[in-house]
């Protein structure tokens, strides 16, 4: 009799979660890429990955009456540094700038309605805003779902109406702000198109490999 294979109940997958940063390719192919949705428009406490765990953690309630309007989370194996510094330096000009040190955030335009984050979404970049957090360059990328029937077919951030763009720039400029504070070091330096998106991620997927190392 023979003896059974020990191999042969062996899972055809690995038998953990990836980690949401460090374990997903950034890539989907074909001009889309994967994002990782911490946050979605209906949510009044803000998550945010756990560094460490890649567990989706409560960070805080959101203070204040502002929601962020699109799906929100970031692009894996992005990381914000020297790369991505310099290039928000040589666009908008100043010193002192540097990275965040987080990954790179993305905005995601969608129809449906989500009821909760922690899940990774297809999208593809159509522009950007290049937002400054006191001497931090912390870009936040604009994209649509991968296939969404309402915005899928936009290509380049010009497709967005001014209100949109508009409820995306109060969100950034006031998520932080106190009542009682009137000197606030947030700025949107620039609102950027598909091309510079493009270049934006690939720095901060150079800077990801510069501190982590390269990655399957």
């Known amino acids: 009799m023979k003896s059974k294979d020990p191999k042969s109940n062996a899972a ?3 038998l953990f979660q990836a980690h949401p940063w460090h374990g997903v390719p950034p890539s989907a192919g074909d001009g889309v890429y994967n994002a990782f949705i911490e946050i979605v428009p209906t949510d009044v406490v803000k998550y945010e990955i756990d560094k460490p765990s890649g567990q989706l953690r409560l960070d805080r309630p959101q203070r204040f009456s502002s929601l962020c309007p699109t799906l929100y989370g970031f692009i894996p194996q992005t990381y914000c540094g020297d790369q991505v510094a310099a ?67 936009w290509e ?31 700025r949107i330096a620039e609102v950027y198109d598909r091309a510079e998106a493009l270049k934006v991620i690939e720095l901060s997927l150079a800077d990801y490999r510069a501190e982590f190392g390269v990655r399957k």
Do not use: W
């Not at 990954?103 to 909760?116: G, Q, Y």
């Not at 522009?127 to 779902?145: E, S």
């Open 87 to 153: 290039r928000c330096v040589a666009r908008i000009g100043g010193a002192s700038i540097e990275g965040d040190g987080d990954p790179l955030d993305v905005c995601v335009l969608t129809e449906k309605t989500i009821v909760h984050g922690g899940f990774l979404a297809r999208m593809r970049p159509i522009g950007g805003l290049r937002m400054i957090d006191g001497n931090q360059a912390d870009d936040k990328i604009v994209a649509v779902l991968d296939s969404d029937l309402s915005y899928g077919h």
């Open 12 to 14: 055809p997958f690995p």
């Open 156 to 186: 380049d951030i010009a497709a967005c109406p001014p209100g949109l763009m508009d409820r995306l720039k109060h969100y950034f400029l006031s998520y932080k702000r106190s009542p009682e504070v009137s000197d606030h070091s947030v």
